[in-house]
């Protein structure tokens, strides 16, 4: 049986209702970032730096040396981005060293890695090839084995791990044409069939999903008689009857993702391949994201240490006025900035990574933080090497080896890192999201007195437990130790920059405080607002993991001394950012722009686009959705 699915019409209140029942709520673990947004400097849960136990490292080290010669000799990235695709012998290699089980357990027939060493292996095998690394990287991070690890059922797991670990490829289906980042409206329909959901609608931009073997799917199950109904999460084969690859996509960068449109018509699934009970889908991507997360940043800290070879390799060549380019200011400084954040993105990741491995923090903001930041980041360092190769950072590698130059794909890597401001959440659905975690604290005590739709006599019961929680929290907003002279004095010439952390964490609670005393239950209106908060809060946490990381190298390596020049010139950097998003939070064109936009929206400045033609068609802005039979062909295909 099937039914038409219609996209559910819902209001803004009921989107943020279904974003808010899918957030885990509780905090039974300490987390760094929050308590840095509550102008708590809590140094001890990242100082010493936590470091991996010695089997992990045998094991991660072991299978580091395996990847890095199958990258060396078995990964043509230049060929991937020639033919736009990945060749079966390259995932068919994946299979055979064990790569798409690193994250599964050993009992599973996988290799068992740390989240440090998965997130290692992303970055090694995403500097051979950008669309290879998203390969793994949706297969483990988002794809099946996460969400089996964390709410399967033991019959799951032992039904789809071992082939999940060996031979089976899987992707993520949450994304629907007219569906983004606002799950209330999804509308693939799983309806209740016997012992069996029948599953119908289209999903967009499903990475992996045009070779994958095993998907799991978002689809939305109708409440009815014995079933509560909403968002649910299915293991659902990929070659079932009923599923066509309807295109394979294609894009600006990584031109081998096997990402494609799929249409599920009439797709009968066992409810025994449900995962978690009928509801929790959102829930479950969310919670599955708190680790995955890591594997874009990872991607991105590997990005920024090839731009920093390049970018030495070229400019002490390169010569201009007598003299290498690099020996010029103008280049200078931009090298310094790639090389100063390459260290602090690769301690981002690292931290929040080990983090992840000891399992005492609660890293959910830290993930998402390392997520906003190497993204955006990775992106600027890329953008400053293309501008120090000129000309040749503009021209394919192609192009300059057939005019006996070296291959350099820095454009390429230019286009391939554009999506991880987008992928995975964006950056200003990242902004909004880890804005949320971090006025948690507040909206737990105060949140109803803002709230229009609570009763007096509740607004009356959270004023006095606000009362209570700000008589205790704001005076410790006063004064800290980053005004003592010798706070953090361990950490040498590093810890004038942990004391600025420790009294600008304190600074940034009291401007969110400020903020939400002002607007009230306005504050989720200012964006423009909450997305400096998140930049402030970014900033401080890569200060604190690039101090923590240079102290540890100086106690365990023969670079300690380097390390520490690399983390004062970053928080340098990170600091005269930082003192820039202050003055903006307060001096901005947040109003001017809301008008002028609303303006553009009323057709106010259609003169201003005259004078030009539109290179593109008159086709619809969405593509149509409809429920029902494919009329195209089925371009999935198997690796063997």
């Given at each position: ?142 794809g099946v084995p996460q969400p089996l690890k964390l709410f399967g059922t033991q019959e799951q797991k ?483």
């Amino acid at each position: 049986m099937t039914a038409p699915t219609q996209r559910p019409k819902v209001t803004e209140r009921e989107a943020r209702q279904t974003a808010e029942a899918a957030r885990e709520r509780d905090w039974h673990k300490p987390s760094f970032a929050k308590e840095l947004f509550l102008g708590r400097f809590r140094l001890d849960l990242v100082h010493p730096h936590p470091l991996p136990a010695d089997e992990d490292v045998r094991r991660g080290e072991a299978f580091l040396a395996t990847l890095r010669a199958f990258c060396e000799t078995r990964i043509d990235g230049a060929r991937i981005e020639r033919e736009a695709r990945i060749p079966d012998e390259t995932i068919a290699g994946l299979k055979e060293i064990g790569a798409l089980g690193m994250k599964i357990d050993p009992a599973y027939g996988g290799l068992g890695l740390t989240q440090l060493y998965y997130n290692r292996a992303l970055a090694l095998v995403g500097s051979a090839s950008p669309a290879v690394g998203a390969l793994l990287s949706a297969h483990q991070s988002i794809g099946v084995p996460q969400p089996l690890k964390l709410f399967g059922t033991q019959e799951q797991k032992d039904a789809f791990l071992p082939r999940l670990a060996r031979t089976d490829l899987s992707a993520f289906l949450l994304t629907e044409p007219d569906v983004g980042s606002d799950p209330a409206r999804l509308a693939t329909a799983a309806v209740p069939d016997g012992d069996a959901y029948v599953l119908d609608g289209v999903k967009l931009w499903t990475t992996n999903g045009v070779v994958a073997d095993l998907l799991v799917v978002m689809a939305r199950v109708p409440v009815s008689e014995g079933h509560p109904g909403g968002i649910t999460a299915f293991v659902v084969e990929a070659d079932a009857p009923g599923i066509t690859v309807e295109h394979r996509n294609a894009f600006m960068g990584l031109r081998g993702l096997e990402n494609g449109v799929t249409r599920f018509h009439g797709v009968r699934v066992p409810a025994a391949h449900r995962i978690g009970p009928e509801g929790a889908g959102l829930k479950i991507a969310l919670t599955t994201l708190n680790t995955g997360r890591l594997s874009l940043p990872a991607a991105c800290a590997g990005a920024a240490k090839w731009c920093l070879r390049i970018a030495r390799e070229w400019s002490a060549v390169r010569e201009q006025w007598g003299k290498p380019v690099a020996r010029h200011e103008a280049v200078g400084t931009k090298i310094s900035f790639i090389a100063a954040t390459a260290f602090a993105l690769e301690a981002v990741v690292d931290l929040a990574s080990q983090l992840a491995d000891e399992d005492r923090n609660d890293i959910r903001i830290e993930a998402a933080l390392a997520k906003l930041y190497g993204s955006e980041k990775a992106w600027l360092i890329a953008d400053e090497l293309v501008q120090i190769r000129g000309g040749r950072g503009y021209e394919t590698a192609d192009s300059l080896a057939a005019r006996g130059e070296r291959a350099v794909p820095a454009e390429q890597l230019l286009r391939d890192l554009r999506i991880n401001r987008i992928f995975e959440g964006s950056t200003e659905i990242m902004h909004l999201l880890i804005a949320r975690e971090a006025v948690d604290a507040h909206l737990s005590v105060a949140g109803d007195l803002i709230d229009p739709d609570t009763s007096l006599a509740d607004k009356a019961r959270a004023g006095a437990r606000a009362g209570g929680f700000y008589a205790r929290w704001l005076p410790g907003l006063v004064a800290g130790q980053g005004q003592l002279p010798r706070s953090y004095a361990e950490f040498g010439d590093l810890a004038a920059h942990l004391r600025y952390v420790e009294r600008t964490s304190r600074k940034l609670a009291r401007s969110t405080f400020y903020a939400m005393s002002r607007w009230r239950g306005r504050m989720e209106l200012k964006q423009a607002f909450l997305g400096r908060i998140v930049d402030i809060g970014a900033e401080l946490f890569a200060m604190s993991a690039a101090c923590v990381r240079a102290e540890l190298l100086r106690t365990t390596t023969d670079h300690g001394r380097e390390a520490h020049q690399l983390a004062d010139a970053f928080c340098r950097q990170a600091r005269l950012r930082v003192d820039d998003l202050f003055t903006h939070l307060w001096s901005n064109t947040d109003d001017l722009d809301r008008r002028v936009a609303d303006g553009v929206l009323a057709g106010r400045y259609t003169w201003l686009e005259e004078g030009i033609v539109d290179p593109g068609d008159d086709g619809p802005w969405i593509a149509d959705a409809t429920p029902g039979p494919s009329t195209r062909e089925n371009v999935h295909r198997r690796i063997p």
